[in-house]
């Protein structure tokens, strides 16, 4: 079955350093989809980063960094440059790609990040 | 471009009461998906449609909960008899379809319940 790991509970970074957010996924799939959620206090999940199973290249979209290690199944969120804003819930998410599937996404538990000024 | 809206951002009802919840997909999407999250928690699946067919319904989806997506737009979430359980944040995602599994979801901003 597939699931998604966070052990993180709560991070703190310092503003303006990078940040690791970690994330394993388990599925008997090869065709599969990692994705980075943000949630803040509001509610809203925004989209932050994908990454496929097939891709060759880590993702990557401005400050966001996806570092996928298939062999160990994990797909951390790396955060660069870190500012006030990017406090939040991440979550990490995973979807098979299978023709057959639903394609719901399975998540994690989230992971807090508190930036400090 | 507008994103995903949920109508309305908050309800508070009363245990027994039937309540509906509203989601306007962007509007090319013909993939529409319901997640509730509890506090403390990722969200969940719930179901989905392709269009206006309903493919796909979790296990948490009890006889109490409902979902119709009419003519392939907006979808209503309908939850009768409420218990204190039910109790959560309603999240609306859509997506197109594309294949693949590569469809990104974007989501709205929830509808939170509270049942007393």
């Known amino acids: 079955a597939q699931k998604i790991t966070q052990t993180q509970p709560g991070m703190f970074v310092q503003e303006k350093e990078a940040v690791t957010l970690d994330c394993t996924y388990d599925?008997?799939?090869?065709?599969?989809?990692l994705f980075w959620y943000k949630q803040p206090s509001s509610g809203e999940m925004i989209f932050l980063i994908y990454?496929?199973?097939?891709?060759?290249q880590n993702a990557t979209e401005g400050r966001y960094s996806l570092n996928f290690q298939k062999a160990r199944k994990s797909a951390n969120l790396v955060i660069s440059a870190s500012q006030l804003g990017d406090s939040a819930m991440y979550f990490c998410?995973?979807?098979?790609?299978?023709?057959?599937?639903?394609?719901?996404?399975?998540f994690g538990s989230g992971t807090r990040l508190l930036v400090r000024p | 471009d507008t994103g995903v809206s949920q109508n309305p951002r908050h309800k508070i009802t009363k245990r027994g009461q039937n309540v509906t919840f509203r989601c306007d997909p962007i509007s090319e999407h013909n993939r529409l998906y319901w997640y509730r999250q509890t506090l403390g928690q990722g969200p969940e699946f719930l179901t989905y449609f392709q269009n206006e067919a309903q493919l796909e319904k979790s296990r948490l989806l009890s006889d109490r909960f409902s979902a119709e997506r009419p003519k392939g737009s907006f979808s209503t979430l309908e939850i009768q008899r409420t218990e204190q359980g039910d109790s959560a944040m309603y999240l609306c995602a859509s997506s197109p379809y594309i294949g693949g599994g590569q469809e990104t979801q974007y989501f709205g901003p929830g509808t939170r319940l509270l049942v007393l």
């Open positions: 599925t008997s799939d090869p065709s599969y989809g």
């Open positions: 998410a995973m979807r098979e790609g299978r023709r057959d599937s639903s394609y719901k996404l399975i």
């Open positions: 990454q496929g199973s097939y891709d060759q």
